[in-house]
T-cell receptor
Framework: DAGVIQSPRHEVTEMGQEVTLRCKPI?????LFWYRQTMMRGLELLIY????????DSGMPEDRFSAKMPNASFSTLKIQPSEPRDSAVYFC?????????????????FGEGSRLTVL | RKEVEQDPGPFNVPEGATVAFNCTYS??????FFWYRQDCRKEPKLLMS???SGNEDGRFTAQLNRASQYISLLIRDSKLSDSATYLC???????????FGTGTRLTIIP
């Protein structure tokens, strides 16, 4: 079975350029998460969606970041304009059941990540 | 204070030894707890859930201490393949977010 698919795997860009990261969640999963990982701050939740609707975007660092989920099988995270401090690994993850509700497994399925370097 | 804190390590442990590390959480409303494992330059993957009564999965034992607000992970008879970063994860009651610690790096030495 296909897992969470992210693209691109690696991206090197110059400051000021627009960056678009893409994610295809596991079919049937109704939650999608975007995380950012750096050595200093670890894994930080940026935003998550439930049934394509953004639920919590409080982790989005600033207006330069935006995320969309136009349908159940696709999401994008866009950075415009990009800055060197945005350099990180961006993970997309999906889940069908989690949190504190009965039967929650707490298991997120992560993609392999998109390693972004902004020069 | 961070919501979830871990000793970053690194822990360098000889093969076959037992190693344990803790993770503290600040929110007493925290409800669910997990350990994830992340190999170098790979994505995190669920290792095991942490139940109130403690639980064991092969060489791995997870425990929860609600009074002191920490969870622990014990690895017995460590193997080279256990080398990874171990991430503590907390979910708070009424909140659907998984909050990750920054991880503890473990290296098993031959």
């Amino acid at each position: 079975d296909a897992g969470v698919i992210q693209s691109p795997r690696h991206e090197v860009t110059e400051m000021g350029q627009e960056v678009t990261l893409r994610c295809k969640p596991i079919s049937g999963h109704d939650y999608l998460f975007w995380y950012r990982q750096t050595m200093m701050r670890g894994l930080e939740l940026l935003i998550y969606f439930n049934n394509n609707v953004p639920i919590d975007d409080s982790g989005m660092p600033e207006d330069r970041f935006s995320a969309k989920m136009p349908n159940a099988s696709f999401s994008t995270l866009k950075i415009q304009p990009s800055e060197p401090r945005d350099s990180a690994v961006y993970f997309c993850a999906s889940s069908f059941e989690y949190g504190d509700r009965t039967g929650a497994t707490g298991e997120l399925f992560f993609g392999e990540g998109s390693r972004l370097t902004v020069l | 204070r961070k919501e979830v804190e871990q000793d970053p390590g690194p822990f360098n442990v000889p093969e076959g030894a037992t190693v344990a590390f803790n993770c503290t959480y600040s929110n007493s409303a925290s409800q669910s707890f997990f350990w994830y494992r992340q190999d170098c330059r790979k994505e995190p993957k669920l290792l095991m859930s942490v139940y109130s009564s403690g639980n064991e999965d092969g060489r791995f034992t997870a425990q929860l201490n609600r009074a002191s607000q920490y969870i622990s992970l014990l690895i017995r008879d460590s193997k080279l393949s256990d080398s990874a970063t171990y991430l503590c994860v907390v979910i708070n009651f009424g909140n659907e977010k998984l909050t990750f610690g920054t991880g503890t790096r473990l290296t098993i030495i031959p």
